[in-house]
């Protein structure tokens, strides 16, 4: 395990210790300290369930002894994919317990994705659903089985009929074990890059420095008690899991209410009937809501803050929000990585609605360089590194990947465009990272390109972000055709014959298991690639080239 990965340097890490960012204790203990304090209150609720801060320390301690009693030791990596339930919450405090590492997956992630995160964890166990976004997830736990020896065990919740092997959730539940406590300092979960070079990577995250993103967030959202939140993104983001998230309500006495649809309809009766005080939101749901508050009767008064972060918000929404759902808004930017800049509660308006604010702790370190790495003048746009204690110093078993996404004095590159306006806030003005930003969702241009080569129709394929009005970004894949193929999908209107639509290479790559999320709506073919001054493939120019077609067809 320690292998994989990279520990902060010793003198940093005793200064986040004694500045009180690190405290030392592994996060199970989180649980035990708010089960003391919060005992019968209300802890987590979702549509089947509700328990107590003590009912979920104890559900926690008891299936800790069921995957314990299953052979799952401290230091294995589980798989775990689930939707927004309270069985996440229960899960994850096991795995923490144990001392064992949840590798948390999106529940829109197929066999490609997950298949690669089992085998770069070298997985002993996945722990999913029997149904997953409405369709049976058995077929997909069947395949991933067949293809990835190391994975031993199985936990299906629900029904895991024709799952092999599969240990039903409820076996699970055994009387406590002493369990030895894992090292703070060490890593407690793993969670997913958005990628840019190919698929994507694993974030170590440690106790303490995990249980420190999740406190500052809470202080800076002034949680506490009365609070009530909801985790209506995937839980397994980094934003509702810990910014402040799950984690950062469980451990100020607040209630997390988990919705498995962001839906208006849906999800506006729940925030009316269980009095949601705060939540987070990716752009294009800060839009969806601001505007169906109209229309949707519902009384929303309860709401005090409403984040929203994990893609560009369009100016105009940050001006609408707060008066349309009657709450402050607070902008975060942030990365799984960890640095997260926010927007303060008490911001004037005008800071809220024009920038992503500034980095929550004062030991975060930030510079905004050219390309050569030389700091910008203040004021001017350039990339954004950064380290501080909650800041990974290396992805999960990647040395050389990390020798290029950090530099040798251990500042992370996100890959981010940034200026610091004169009152200290950040301004997040692109890009350098080859990323699609897809409603908050992260695309590899890379990873799709690869599954295109697989198609008998495509001889090159470039994968790029087109600026859409509802997502922000969506995928659009630009082909070469192959010269002598006849693929038999249907020609979409204004391609040549022959070129598979944007429905058919969908199905081409959900039969390769791709989540549906990183499918292309928008296909371009092109006679030959639009070239740069040094000869390499022009995607700024493919990109004006297929704003101008889809704007052209509507
Ligand atoms: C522009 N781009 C943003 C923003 C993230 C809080 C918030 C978001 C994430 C997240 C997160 C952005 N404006 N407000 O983990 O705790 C883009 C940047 C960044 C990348 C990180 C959190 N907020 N981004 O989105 O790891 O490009 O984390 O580097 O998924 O999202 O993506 P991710």
């Not at 993104?233 to 810990?242: D, F, M, Q, S, V």
């Not at 465009?417 to 009152?423: D, E, I, N, S, Y």
Request: net charge negative.
């Amino acid at each position: 395990m320690a292998g994989g990965f990279v520990p902060w340097p010793g003198p940093e890490a005793t200064r986040y210790r004694s500045a009180g960012h690190w405290r030392g204790a592994p996060l199970g203990h989180l649980l035990r300290e708010a089960a003391a304090q919060h005992g019968e209150r209300t802890a987590l609720i979702d549509a089947r369930t509700r328990l107590t801060f003590a009912g979920l320390d104890t559900r926690a301690d008891r299936t800790a002894a069921g995957l314990a009693e299953s052979g799952i030791r401290p230091g294995d990596r589980v798989l775990v994919q689930l939707p927004n339930r309270v069985e996440f919450a229960v899960l994850l405090f096991a795995l923490f317990r144990l001392g064992a590492l949840p590798v948390l997956a999106l529940p829109g992630h197929r066999e490609s994705e997950l298949k690669h995160l089992a085998e770069l964890s070298e997985a002993v166990a996945f722990v999913t659903t029997d149904e997953l976004e409405g369709h049976d997830h058995r077929p997909v736990i069947r395949a991933l089985l067949e293809v990835c020896p190391s994975l031993r065990h199985t936990v299906v919740i629900g029904d895991p009929d024709g799952v092999e092997e599969a240990i039903a959730y409820g076996s699970l539940d055994r009387e406590p074990v002493r369990l030895p406590d894992p090292d703070p300092s060490g890593p407690a979960v793993l969670l997913l890059s958005g990628g840019s070079t190919g698929l994507p990577k694993l974030i170590p995250r440690t106790h303490d420095d995990y249980a420190y993103n999740a406190r500052r967030m809470a202080e800076l959202c002034r949680l506490g008690p009365a609070d009530v939140y909801l985790a209506v993104l995937p839980a397994a983001h980094n934003l509702p899991l810990a910014c402040p998230g799950l984690l950062g309500a469980l451990m100020s006495g607040a209630a997390t209410v988990f919705a498995e649809n962001a839906s208006p309809p849906e999800v506006f009766p729940l925030i009316e009937r269980e009095r949601v005080t705060v939540t987070a939101l990716v752009p294009p749901l800060a839009a969806l809501w601001s505007r169906a508050v109209e229309w949707v009767g519902c009384d929303l008064a309860g709401l005090r803050l409403v984040q929203v972060g994990g893609a560009r918000l369009p100016e105009p929404t940050a001006r609408i929000l707060p008066d349309a759902l009657g709450c402050t808004l607070q902008q975060v930017f942030g990365m799984a990585e960890g640095l997260l800049c926010a927007t303060r509660l008490d911001d004037p308006p005008e800071t809220v609605a024009t920038t992503q604010g500034r980095p929550v702790s004062s030991d975060d370190e930030i510079r905004i360089v050219a390309g050569d790495d030389t700091a910008v003048p203040d004021g001017e746009t350039g990339e954004l590194l950064t380290r501080g204690p909650y800041t990974i110093r290396g992805y999960y078993r990647a040395p050389e990947h990390n020798a290029r996404a950090f530099t040798a004095d251990g500042f992370y590159r996100s890959g981010d465009l940034v200026r610091r306006t004169p009152g200290g806030d950040l301004v997040v003005e692109g890009r350098v990272k080859e990323q699609i930003n897809r409603a908050g969702e992260k695309v590899s241009p890379e990873e799709v390109e690869h599954h295109l080569l697989a198609h008998p129709a495509v001889a090159q394929a470039v994968v790029i972000g087109v600026p859409d009005d509802v997502l922000g970004e969506r995928v659009c894949a630009c082909l070469l055709l192959a010269p002598d193929t006849t693929p038999d999908a249907a020609p979409d209107a204004g391609q040549p014959a022959g070129a598979p639509d944007a429905a058919a290479l969908g199905e081409f790559l959900r039969d390769r298991g791709v989540a549906a999320f990183k499918r292309p709506q928008q296909v371009e073919t092109v006679e030959a690639w639009p070239l740069t001054g040094v000869g390499k493939i022009d995607r700024r120019a493919l990109t004006v080239i297929a704003a101008d077609h889809a704007r052209a067809r509507v």
